[in-house]
């Protein structure tokens, strides 16, 4: 009996330790704001402080990379075009690749330089020969960012210098890094960690260590300067999911990675994306009054990939259609609503449209249909 006890103890203990080891080796939170997001939907699994303004600093030339990258995406760059740098280089402060005003380098070494070697020289040139000029470039950086929903974010320059009066946040960041995720062309470099330019003699390391330690890594940027603290935009894939962590303002090196790394397993390892649908059955056409038909079908307007809890990914669909409506009716129509709920909560409400149209019924119409079944009696 004694022995039973003795081991009875001993095992809770034992499973004490197991389990404050276990919180041990999870990073607690420690940054002025941090998302993790799903790259496909953009859906936001957690986050904190995820909308407040902050500095970002360098992480600007994430900007600077998806509008480049877009330029090569779209065929108005090839890897091979050749670029020149002006006089805007010899301004540059921070990590460079000490270009000279009239050196020519390739479209791939200046995004090698810019994304894996953090280099301003090389932000400025790509950035005077997508605009025109590094202040129009700027322009096109904050349009970019509205166009994405980034709509907390101010950038005042290609290489995200210090500057109180640039901002975005963690939130912004991340649909920044959707983004990215869709440039298959960038993709080398975001998960390149080392690599050389000018046949070896300048070496460009990336600070996002991930790149060469984190399984399944997509990208994006890890930076820091005085004003924005320890930042990491960090994005990876693993069985068909792609999930973004952004923290910024985290005191030092390793608890931005340490957060990421929390971050990007939690998203993994609790959701799931799964594609909404509805049986047909409960699609019934829509019965159409003063029409050439009787019944229009309808279709979802767009269907997108949701993302669920993995412990509860069931859907719950509910269709909102009219008895009838009258014609004409256009094809592409709005007529109703599919909701799509996890729970008690809405992941997506998308409009129900007519599959076809149905013309009036004019008096010529309804004539010609008398005539045509008198004459199959």
Known sequence: MKRLICMMI????????????????????????YVLMECSTGAVLEEQNGSMPL???????LMTALLAGEMLASGQWQKDTILTASDCVNDVKGAVIWLLPGETMTVDNLLKGLIIGNAGDAAAVLAEN????????VM????????????NTVFTTPQGYDDE???????DIGLLC????????LLPYFTTWRDFLR??????VNENTFARTYEGMIGWKAGHSEAAGWCIAAGAEKDGMQCAAVILGSPDEDSRFALARTLLRKGFSQYQVTLPGYSSEFMKPVAVRGGIAQYVETEAASLQGLVVPRSDPALTTVLVLP??????????????????????TLLLETPLVAKESVAEMTIGEAIRKIVVKMCKL
């Open 323 to 344: 008895d009838y409506i009258r014609a004409p009716v256009e094809k592409g129509r709005c007529i109703g609503v599919a909701a799509f709920y996890n729970g008690d």
């Open 10 to 33: 001993c095992l809770i203990f034992g499973c004490r330790l197991f389990a404050a080891s276990a919180q041990a080796e999870e990073p607690q939170p420690e940054a002025a704001a």
């Open 199 to 204: 046949d070896g003699a300048t070496e460009l």
């Open 140 to 151: 096109d950086m904050n349009a970019r960012a509205f166009d994405l929903g980034m709509h």
């Open 178 to 185: 959707c983004a990215l995720s869709e440039l298959e062309c």
């Open 55 to 61: 500095p970002v600093g360098t992480m600007a030339k």
């Open 130 to 137: 997508i605009s025109g000029s590094q202040t129009d470039f």
């Open 165 to 171: 009066r640039a901002y975005s946040t963690a939130c």
